[in-house]
């Protein structure tokens, strides 16, 4: 963030992270604990308000949010956040693996290391489809939901999620054309010659845009879709 007492933020485990540390009468030697499993080295007072370090992060770190702390002949600082973070995630599967065109699909997304530290973690399927409702439930384990534009590409594509850590490799989710609608039932089932009837429907993958055909001599004046 701007202005942040420490930059940058966060760390992965199993990596060594250059840092750089903002406050007040910064003098040397100084010391910095960053918890268990950061081991600090290399740090350097650069003036009275700017210190760097190196954080060998370990990979057994505890992931989350954490205090940071300097300390000289003065006596020591209060904390300011930093965050390790699991390494890069990635994707196996996206359930279900398609979905129709002009539909919204919840879908469950498998994979190891998401997290919704630091900046959440998003999804990314493509043009004209939007992610919403990201949860990432544990560190396998996501949902979200897909709202697939009528105007979608139909064919495979390219899902992929992103959370601090980075960006997973991709999981193929299909769009398919709009779904084939059935009618399985009409009421009333029968009227009389020159006259109007009102007739109810039923069936299957009703929507936006059903025509109705009932043949010569035959007007449909009213379309709805229920279903």
Known sequence: PPNSPITPVSGQQ???VNVSL???NFLSPMTVDAGAGITVSNVSVVSSNLATATFAIAAGATT??????VTTSGGTS????????????????VSPAGGAQG?????????????????????????????????????TSATAMFV?????????????????????????????????PTLTGLSPSSGGQATTVTVALTGTN???GLTVNVGASYTAAQRASSQ
């Open 14 to 16: 199993g990596v060594s």
């Open 22 to 24: 903002v406050g007040n």
């Open 64 to 69: 989350g949010a954490r205090g940071v702390t």
């Open 78 to 93: 209060g904390p300011v956040t930093f965050t390790v973070l699991p390494p890069p995630p990635t994707l196996t599967s």
């Open 103 to 139: 539909t919204n699909v919840s879908v469950t997304l498998e994979g190891t290391n998401f997290t919704n530290l630091v900046s959440g973690m998003t999804v990314d399927a493509g043009a004209n489809i939007t992610a919403g409702s990201v949860v990432a439930a544990s560190g």
């Open 148 to 180: 697939i534009g009528s105007g979608a590409s139909a064919g495979p594509r390219n899902v992929t999620v992103t959370t601090a850590s980075g960006t997973s490799g991709p999981v193929t989710f299909t769009v398919l054309p709009p779904a084939v």
């Open 206 to 208: 009703f929507g936006s």
